[in-house]
């Protein structure tokens, strides 16, 4: 049977990259005892699938992946096991069964994910910049200079961007990801720095993903709101 | 929630934040108000180097059993971090509660090998501790060195204010209390390092005074003060099944060396190579107790979810209850998906049935260490093993369907000639042709021989301290002499030579055998820039000559001749329980190429008898 589960990513966990977040959950479902099932050969490994990878830096309040279980108790039972099993800065918030397969892999079906983006003190661009916000969204093309390591291609992010706008004090942001179309936050805030004609200064924002989303029937589903609790 | 020490921004330019956030699973947090000591245990290289240690890790655990002492944990900032501190002037801080090392009443370190003994002098400048432990006052940290290089401390003489010669289990609680008490007193830095210089395996380096012979070498070596030992005697824990282990190993974030639990199986080995410190140094060979091992190894599992165990010791096919551990290990663990990594097994029937149970025979390797090239020059280090015994475990791994080998040599060793270093590459040569013996459609297709050879270092406290090392061109020349031997062998292309870095070598044997003179030359070339001098990239050993000559230290003194066995050697102070005279008889022994039996067989009386235990009883009770 398959789980998903979804934490929350804070503190100074935000250092640790993905890899190793994986790592460490590998062993945390080790510790908090959990019957995962594993795959064949020398060197098995549990079968887990993350979502969307998080950049380093960047916390979360909505993160998943999905785990192959041999058996399972209920969710309130092994999120609390699993919670019994945490650093400080990661929490196990729920755990769902969701149906086997590959078509309905964590990875595969993110579209999505919403994102809280504020400014460190005095690294904002410029004064005014709350009200600027609408105005940048507001362009009919956004256009981004994207930089491979081969080359630099202009693209237009605005079709990729749901939504923008000021709350509280920060920007939030309803991205496209996943593996047709991904966006990082990141690169959304660059394009107001030129926008505004201030380049950002490194480090000037601090970003938190909030939630991760798949669609069906064209809207925006939390990737938890798939499966069920397991009573 | 804690306050990192370092900001976002240093966290997000630096390579691996996770080095310097702490938080790991069971790492330990207190309440620092409701603490009486204050310990940054350090290790002082790279994070992921020191976190796979294991010493420090039984400390940890053995100093936070107590409620009234908070040890955390610090490391060596990388050249990064290192670049950013200097220029920021933040202060080293400890990975748990991330306050300054300086606001701690010890620090201790860990010194493993002599090529960390810049990044010592970095530990305290980044945590503006004054490296001189004479400049140093009421409000700084002690520093407290341990480990195997502190058999010989005295080339950091200078930089500590103690240094604890032993295993760490017995006096550092007792060390602890001392500390306690002479506060509760209101007694000086001073008063308790006289309380310190009391306590067995204590030794307080400011104490003693050092006056040296025209020649160079040591004309005496005495205390200041009438009340201090003139001896330190080496700590043993000799009951090493009722004592502290870390039954909650810390989990890092990220991939360390080694990515596991480790099961200290025993402690010591019986087998007597005279070239082996670490062998004469944990005499006698103590045994721990099977069930609690098993019970050792459940907790760790089930406490830190590690997918990987392995057993730690010199020489685990000696461990007595090796058959019953290893199959315990194997039915208990391997359906939870568990790596039972193997240490270095002696090749026989037993060693590969196991090894076929837990590695993939096509990809794993058998390991020999035959050390020297040819039967003569084995029985000069005393390493039993023989070119028949070696040939035949070798064939019965081919038939069961092995095909890599490894072999480690070292070069350089007492009385090498020659014809001992070709022996390397007609060693390889014959067990590739054991290999080729094996007809064509049962093998495995080529055999893989790896041959790799490290320049020998003589180290204090074993039979071979007196012995002369090399320049660095003969080291360098005695490797082409194996490489060239080796590509004349006809089954060349089966065989691979890997071979060490010569400058390493002469630095270290400089370092290991060194004495207080060496203090101003670690200092010199630490203030022109060097630290990690045990990363090849960042060592420079023209720099060290250059410091050598600044501090006017003839480096050839310590490494270009064969001492006198009269002479007073700067450890001598140490009572290690191997006895002088038993490391003399036997560097005797070793120029008449003859063996000594080991432990088992026999008992040579080297002297740790004295400590009433272990390989030293075994069957007399
Ligand atoms: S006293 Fe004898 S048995 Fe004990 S360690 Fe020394 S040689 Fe071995």
């Known amino acids: ?96 069964q969701v149906e086997d397969g590959k078509a309905s892999k964590a990875m595969s079906l993110v579209a999505a994910a919403d994102y809280f983006v504020t400014f460190r003190e005095g690294k904002e661009p410029c004064a005014d910049w709350e009200s600027r916000i609408a105005d940048y969204y507001a ?20 079709p990729m961007i749901q939504e923008m706008r000021i709350y509280n004090h920060g920007v939030f942001l309803r991205l496209a990801t996943g593996s047709a179309n991904n966006l990082k936050p990141e690169l959304v805030m660059e394009g107001f720095g030129t926008f505004v004609g201030q380049s950002l200064e ?16 064209g809207s925006l589903i939390p990737l938890a709101d798939l499966g069920e609790i397991i009573g | 929630m804690r306050r990192l020490a370092l900001s976002d921004e240093v966290l997000m330019t630096v390579e691996k934040p996770a080095r310097y956030i702490g938080n790991e699973i069971n790492s330990v947090m207190k309440d620092k108000e409701k603490i009486d000591i204050r310990f940054a245990m350090c290790f002082p290289d790279v994070y ?71 990044n010592i002098l970095q530990i305290l400048d980044l945590s503006q501790i004054p490296l001189h432990a004479k400049d140093r006052g009421e409000n700084d ?36 209390d001392a500390y306690k008490a ?122 830190t979810g590690q997918e990987e165990i392995s057993l730690s010791s010199l020489s685990s096919s000696d461990y007595s209850q090796l058959g019953e551990l290893l199959t315990y290990l194997i039915e208990e663990f391997q359906d939870k998906k568990v790596n039972i990594s193997l240490p270095s097994l002696r090749i026989d029937a037993f060693s590969l049935d196991i090894m076929s149970k837990v590695q993939d025979i096509k990809k794993s390797s058998l390991t020999f260490a035959p050390e020297a090239g040819s039967q003569r020059l084995r029985d000069v280090i005393n390493k039993g093993l023989t070119e028949e015994v070696i040939l035949e475990g070798a064939g019965t791994a081919f038939e069961g369907g092995w ?141 060290w000559q250059k410091s050598f000559a600044a501090c006017s230290v003839d480096p050839d003194f310590y490494i270009m001749r064969e001492r006198s066995t009269e002479e007073l050697l700067p450890w001598d102070f140490i009572d290690m329980g191997v006895t002088k005279q038993f490391l003399i008889r036997e560097w005797e022994t070793a120029r008449k190429e003859v063996v000594t039996p080991n432990c088992r067989e026999k008992c040579s009386g080297c002297g740790a008898a004295k400590f009433k235990g272990g390989v030293c009883v075994e069957g007399k009770n």
């Open chain 2, 182 to 303: 002479n506060k509760a007193r209101g007694g000086s830095r001073e008063d308790f390092l006289v309380m310190a210089a009391n306590i067995p395996g204590i030794y307080v380096p400011r104490f003693y005074e050092v006056s040296y012979k025209e020649d160079g070498t040591l004309a005496s070596f005495v205390p200041t003060r009438e009340d201090i030992p003139a001896k330190i005697q080496k700590q043993v824990q000799m009951d090493v099944t009722n004592t502290y282990y870390p039954m909650k190993p810390i989990v890092p974030f990220i991939k360390v060396t080694q990515d596991r639990v480790t099961l200290e199986i025993q402690r010591g080995c019986i087998r007597g190579c005279r070239f082996c410190q670490a062998g004469m140094l944990y005499r006698p060979t103590r045994e721990r107790d099977v069930n609690e091992l098993k019970r050792w190894a459940k907790s760790m599992l089930e406490s």
């Open chain 2, 403 to 543: 095909s890599k080998v490894k072999l480690y040599f070292m070069l350089g060793l007492p009385t090498e000639t020659e014809e001992d270093q070709k022996g390397i590459a007609h060693l390889a040569e014959a067990i590739a042709e054991r290999y080729y013996e094996i007809p064509k459609e049962q093998r495995n297709g080529k055999c893989q021989i790896t041959v790799s050879t490290s320049f020998f270092v003589p180290k204090p406290f074993t039979p071979f301290q007196w012995a002369t090392m090399f320049p660095k061109e003969e080291y360098l020349s005695r490797a082409k002499t194996v490489k060239n031997e080796i590509r004349s062998q006809l089954n060349q292309k089966s065989i691979k030579y890997n071979w060490h870095e010569a400058d390493v070598t002469v630095l270290e044997g400089i370092l290991a055998r060194g004495d207080r003179r060496l203090c101003a030359v670690i200092e010199d070339v630490y203030k022109k820039g060097a630290i990690f001098d045990a990363w090849n990239e960042y060592f420079h050993p023209d720099e």
């Open chain 1, 202 to 217: 490194p480090f000037a924002v601090q970003t938190e993903r909030l939630e991760t989303y798949a669609e069906q029937e």
């Open chain 2, 48 to 118: 992921e180097i020191s976190m796979s240690h294991l010493g420090l890790q039984i400390i940890y655990d053995m100093l936070n059993t107590r409620d009234d002492i908070w040890c955390e944990r610090v490391f060596s900032p990388w050249t990064d971090l290192d670049g950013v501190m200097r220029r920021d002037q933040i202060p080293l801080f400890a990975l748990e509660s991330q306050d300054p090392i300086k606001e701690f009443d010890f620090l201790g370190i860990t010194i493993q090998y002599e090529m960390c003994y810049t």
């Open chain 1, 1 to 96: 049977m398959k789980v998903r589960i979804k934490f929350a990513k804070t503190g100074a966990m935000k250092f640790i990259g993905h890899l190793d977040v994986m790592r460490y959950f590998q062993k945390a479902i080790r510790r908090a005892g959990l019957d995962a099932a594993y795959s064949e050969g020398y060197s098995p490994h549990m079968i887990m699938s993350f979502a969307a990878p998080l950049g380093v830096g960047l916390t979360s309040q909505g993160e998943y992946f999905d785990l192959v279980l041999n058996s399972a108790t209920t969710s309130e039972d092994m999120i609390q096991r699993l919670n019994g099993a945490m650093a400080e800065g990661i929490q196990v918030l729920s755990l769902v």
């Open chain 2, 141 to 176: 940290p002690l520093v407290i060195g341990g480990g195997p290089c502190t058999y010989n401390p005295e080339p950091l003489a200078d930089f500590f204010d103690l240094f604890y010669i032993g295993e760490g289990e017995t006096q550092m609680l007792p060390l602890m």
């Open chain 1, 139 to 158: 362009q009919e093309r956004i256009p981004i200079v994207k930089k491979t390591k081969r080359s630099e291609m202009e693209v237009d992010i605005k």
